[in-house]
């Protein structure tokens, strides 16, 4: 019973001027949200190297959708990878994301400009 | 709240329901005075003790029952989640990023990690089937270090 995971994309423009695909997401992230996850992850596109995280819209996650977001750094992180930046997580999402080490391959920032001039 | 209440509550074994515990323990944590930044903590931690009860205690068998116990005292608030598994020995270990980054260690398995860094105290008690459990506390002298 558990919420369904919505996942938007567009497109934004980094500080330094190169396109961004952002994942929007909402409702929550756990562990049945990994295809609604993943299929947008992977359906990015190929020339997608910047990717932004925006979690403004969720209120509930998990160690399992923590898991998801792992999944996405371990293809992140293989050559000819995407650099990804994370904002919209509460202080309290903050401090778990810190917790586990995700802020060491996903910079978190507060809100989106702060995000996109990371890029 | 008068000190020494406590409520029960009894969770289907199905992912999603982790959420009424987290529900009630908030509301609970909350009468008590505990703060917002405290309530969050506890909210995770419950949430991850109770999935843990519905997945590997109880192996998602919706036949069987989640029980948790919230009782506050005067100074902290305890959380039971007793499920009907063989319970746990092992210790919390600590997620170890770059390996599960580098596909060496499952991304999953975090969240007895979670409850012992979010909580001020976490046990795990191994009993026969309905006597498992995972005991939580927070407490309310630890609000303002």
């Known amino acids: 019973m558990q919420v369904t995971t919505k996942v938007e994309q567009r497109t934004a423009i980094s500080a330094s001027g190169h396109p961004v695909g952002v994942l929007a997401f909402s409702g929550d992230i756990a562990s049945t949200s990994k295809d609604a996850i993943l299929a947008a992850w992977h359906a990015l596109d190929g020339a997608s190297s910047r990717v932004l995280l925006d979690f403004t819209g969720v209120d509930y996650i998990n160690s399992s959708g923590i898991a998801i977001i792992i999944q996405m750094l371990l293809e992140a992180s293989k050559p000819g990878g995407r650099s990804i930046a994370i904002f919209g997580l509460s202080p309290h999402f903050q401090k778990v994301f810190t917790m586990v080490g995700i802020n060491k391959y996903a910079a978190l920032h507060t809100n989106e400009a702060a995000a996109l001039a990371s890029l | ?145």
């Open chain 2, 1 to 145: 709240m008068k000190s020494g209440s406590s409520v029960h509550v009894h969770l289907p074994s199905e992912l999603g329901y982790e959420k009424v515990a987290m529900s009630t323990a908030a509301s609970m944590a909350a009468l008590m005075g505990f703060s917002k930044d405290r309530i969050e903590d506890l909210k995770t931690a419950v949430a991850e003790a109770c999935i843990n009860a519905i997945e590997h205690g109880n192996h998602l068998n919706n036949s069987l029952s989640v029980g948790v116990v919230l009782s506050s005292s005067d100074d902290q608030l305890e959380v039971k989640v007793i499920d009907d598994g063989a319970g746990i020995n092992a210790k919390p270990s600590i997620p170890d990023i770059d390996r599960k980054v580098h596909g060496e260690e499952d991304p999953r398995g975090m969240g007895m990690f979670l409850i012992q860094a979010l909580v001020d105290e976490a046990e795990w008690h191994q009993g026969p089937p309905g006597k498992s459990f995972v005991r939580l506390v927070i407490k309310l002298d630890k609000e303002n270090q």
